[in-house]
């Protein structure tokens, strides 16, 4: 059996971040980021992605005509994007609206990928899906083949190979024959 530890040490989760940092990325941010980061357990810190200037960027609508640095960050230790926000805009200098914290898996992130150009196809209409039939798995057809069903099950019980074997009515017998002789 193993030891708690060794299922600790056997269970590496990782935890996953998108720091966006808004504006002109200063002199040195990405050593300082990496620096302060290590308090985690760094994994990985990758280079910034940079957006192009927008006038509204997407995650700083109260900033206007900025550009936007994307670094994709995996730790070791746990924290949450909160603690991490405010913890990375102390370590690195920057002011708290210009700097927010994700994570990867949040319904704001999967708005932001982007989307393929194909058309949209009504799945219904296919002619793949025509030919299936789902009444035979609903209403009163699927009511007589669960009853054809248990009927079967029912005959296979019925017939059962263990009980009607010799030793379970000679067991039968046995019992009437010892009760008689006790009553003698």
């Known amino acids: 059996?193993?030891?708690?530890?060794?299922?600790?040490?056997?269970?590496?989760?990782?935890?996953?971040?998108?720091?966006?940092?808004?504006?002109?990325?200063?002199?040195?941010?990405?050593?300082?980021?990496?620096?302060?980061?290590?308090?985690?357990?760094?994994?990985?810190?990758?280079?910034?992605k940079r957006t192009p200037i927008q006038e509204r960027p997407l995650d700083f609508p109260q900033l206007q005509n900025m550009e936007v640095t994307y670094y994709e960050v995996e730790l070791e230790y746990p924290t949450t994007q909160q603690v991490m926000q405010e913890y990375v805009g102390n370590c690195c200098n920057i002011s708290q609206s210009y700097i927010i914290v994700r994570n990867p898996n949040e319904a704001?992130?999967?708005?932001?990928?982007?989307?393929?150009?194909e058309p949209y196809s009504i799945k219904l209409t296919k002619?793949?899906?025509?030919?299936?039939?789902?009444?035979?798995?609903?209403?009163?057809?699927?009511?007589?083949?669960?009853?054809?069903?248990?009927e079967t099950v029912r005959k296979e019980k019925e017939h059962d190979p263990i009980a009607d074997t010799p030793t379970g009515e000679s067991q039968d017998i046995s019992n009437e024959e010892n009760s008689k002789a006790v009553l003698s």
């Open 127 to 150: 002619e793949e899906l025509e030919s299936e039939d789902g009444q035979s798995m609903a209403g009163e057809a699927r009511v007589m083949d669960l009853l054809k069903e248990l």
């Open 108 to 117: 704001q992130e999967e708005y932001q990928q982007e989307k393929s150009d």
């Open 1 to 48: 059996m193993k030891k708690f530890a060794e299922f600790l040490t056997e269970s590496k989760k990782t935890y996953e971040f998108k720091i966006g940092v808004a504006g002109p990325v200063p002199e040195g941010f990405e050593d300082k980021l990496e620096t302060a980061l290590n308090k985690y357990k760094l994994l990985n810190l990758s280079s910034g």
